[in-house]
């Protein structure tokens, strides 16, 4: 079966500057999440979708991150203004009943 | 936050030696992960325990789980160089089933 599939692999931007990242999950998964990954850090979970209804987003730095999951498919993640500690691998996964999780390769965000 | 946290930080060891990663938690769980990542990479699901589950075995991997003592451990038998990555455990706080991460073993397997 085809992975979780994100674009950009790579984004380099100035600090207030605005970004988006896409996501989409494997076929038939209902859950889709975010995760924000600092160097030398784990993941941090940063919103978690059960279709297209947000199930956690309480990490999720709202005055400045925007997630949306139009269709419980695809999903965009965006950042606006961008600051300088926003430099992460922003990764999305998506599971089947909450079980198997499955990662895509991440999108490397710098602001400088 | 993080509930999980691996120890040790980092490991280097020679192809053939064996490789023992720990993970320590602090509430209860209903199952525990371990991931794998190599640099600059998505992560990679290895094995899932659940809390009822003492041990489970995966080709060069097993994986133990002590809930009385909320850790789990992770071993990689007879590494390769390939094995290179660094390794995550997840456990999901209380009925959440959400994966939180710790901050991982960087594990290093010399030729």
């Known amino acids: 079966e085809a992975g979780v599939a994100q674009s950009p692999r790579y984004k380099i931007i100035e600090k207030r500057q605005s970004v988006a990242f896409w996501c989409n999950p494997i076929s038939g998964h209902a859950t889709l999440y975010w995760y924000q990954q600092i160097l030398g850090q784990g993941p941090k979970l940063l919103i978690q979708?059960?279709?297209?209804?947000?199930?956690?987003d309480s990490q999720l730095p709202k005055d400045r991150f925007s997630a949306e999951r139009l269709k419980g498919v695809d999903s965009t993640l965006k950042i606006q203004p961008a600051k300088l500690e926003d430099s992460a691998v922003y990764l999305c996964?998506?599971?089947?009943?909450?079980?198997?999780?499955?990662f895509g390769s991440g999108t490397r965000l710098t602001v400088v | 936050s993080q509930q999980g946290e691996e120890d040790p930080q980092a490991l280097s060891i020679q192809e053939g030696e064996n490789a023992t990663m720990n993970c320590s938690y602090k509430t209860s769980i209903n199952n525990l992960q371990w991931y794998r990542q190599n640099s600059g990479r998505g992560l990679v699901h290895l094995i899932l325990?659940?809390?009822?589950?003492r041990e489970k075995h995966s080709g060069r991997l097993r994986v133990t789980l002590d809930t009385s003592k909320k850790s789990s451990s992770l071993l990689i038998t007879a590494s390769r160089a390939a094995d290179t990555a660094s390794y995550f455990c997840?456990?999901?706080?209380?009925?959440?089933?959400?994966?939180?991460f710790g901050r991982g073993t960087s594990l290093i397997v010399h030729p």
């Open positions: 979708f059960q279709n297209n209804g947000v199930v956690d």
């Open positions: 997840a456990t999901d706080e209380g009925g959440s089933y959400i994966p939180t």
């Open positions: 325990i659940r809390s009822n589950e």
């Open positions: 996964a998506s599971s089947f009943e909450g079980y198997g999780y499955t």
